[in-house]
């Protein structure tokens, strides 16, 4: 099938596979998806049209943000003030990321290069989440947040909706220091910090087309220091405020989304959404994201480095 936007003539059934690949990917991984969404528009369907891969990859990194948001407001596990921050930070971000890429990234030679760099910083970062000690720390958090979730299910079966106030996020001062508790603890952080963050991540991703989330969840669990039980509520909410922003600036300044191919990989994403929570309990973690890391470690080199490996030795790794 011939896509006009795209340029490129495609099975919809290899569009729906690798895009079920991407979707399960991160449902269970929680990670890459912008950048297996680019692999799959450039690598997998040969699109040449950068500034028209970048907003379709930002779309199909939307989906799961939008789910989860209202879920995590729900049961108090997202601090509302510094996702605004980081949202309010994303949109001058992305609109100066996005205006940044249509006008200096607009050519996939100079697009490639910077998109294979971003795909080894999330290579790396899978590598260190398969040593002992990250596994044993997210251990803990697993377990936490399990303890967490169903104590929540306990009072909302008891009907003590109000008690849930209690352990999940309560502000106790608002302004430009905020103070909130979570679980009986306090943190506190300062509203300028999200703001600098989200204008910084958000240039980052929309210039590459990506959601974000790799930068966002270190910055604020180990910058901020918020527990990992609201770390991804709060980072899903401004995912979504920036990556609607860099997707209506693409737009507006002349970018084309080929709305055929992208209902046929929402279609994707959808089922390997769904398959990836039943499947993962039948797959080791580890084994997922040590293929992963491999593949990502592969495609940076590919995208970085491929046109030097085809000068010097005569062939094209990618």
Do not use: C
């Amino acid at each position: 099938m011939f896509f006009h936007v795209a340029g490129v003539t495609v099975n919809p059934i290899v569009i729906i596979i690798w895009m079920a690949f991407v979707g399960f990917v991160f449902s269970t991984i929680g990670a890459a998806g912008g950048i297996l969404a680019g692999v799959g528009h450039i690598t997998i369907f040969g699109m040449k049209k950068a500034n028209t891969i970048k907003p379709m990859n930002q779309i199909l990194t939307l989906i799961s943000p939008i789910i989860s948001t209202p879920l995590y407001l729900r049961e108090r596990r997202l601090v509302v003030p510094a996702a605004v921050s980081l949202g309010l930070g994303g949109i001058i971000g992305a609109l100066l990321g996005s205006w940044f890429s249509t006008n200096f990234l607009k050519e996939m030679s100079a697009y490639q290069p910077i998109f294979g760099l971003i795909t080894f910083v999330i290579a790396g970062r899978m590598w260190y989440e398969m040593t002992p000690g990250f596994r044993e720390k997210q251990q803990k958090v697993k377990k936490a947040t399990k303890a967490f979730e169903e104590k929540v299910k306990e009072l909302k079966a008891a009907g003590k909706m109000n008690e849930i106030k209690e352990i999940g996020v309560q502000f106790s001062e608002m302004g430009i220091n905020n103070t909130f508790t979570f679980a009986g603890e306090s943190f506190r952080y300062n509203v300028f910090a999200p703001f600098i963050a989200g204008v910084v991540v958000a240039i980052i991703s929309a210039a590459l087309g990506v959601g974000g989330g790799f930068l966002l969840v270190p910055f604020l669990s180990s910058a901020l220091g918020f527990p990992m039980f609201i770390v991804a509520g709060t980072s899903t909410m401004s995912i979504v405020i920036s990556s609607l922003t860099s997707i209506s600036n693409y737009l507006r300044m002349g970018s084309q989304l080929d709305l055929p191919m992208v209902g046929f990989e929402l279609v994707g994403i959808l089922i390997g959404s769904y398959l990836g929570p039943v499947l993962s309990k039948h797959i080791k973690g580890i084994y997922l994201k040590g293929f992963l890391a491999v593949v990502l470690t592969y495609i940076g080199i590919g995208y970085v480095f491929g046109p030097m490996i085809q000068h010097a030795f005569g062939f094209w790794i990618i």
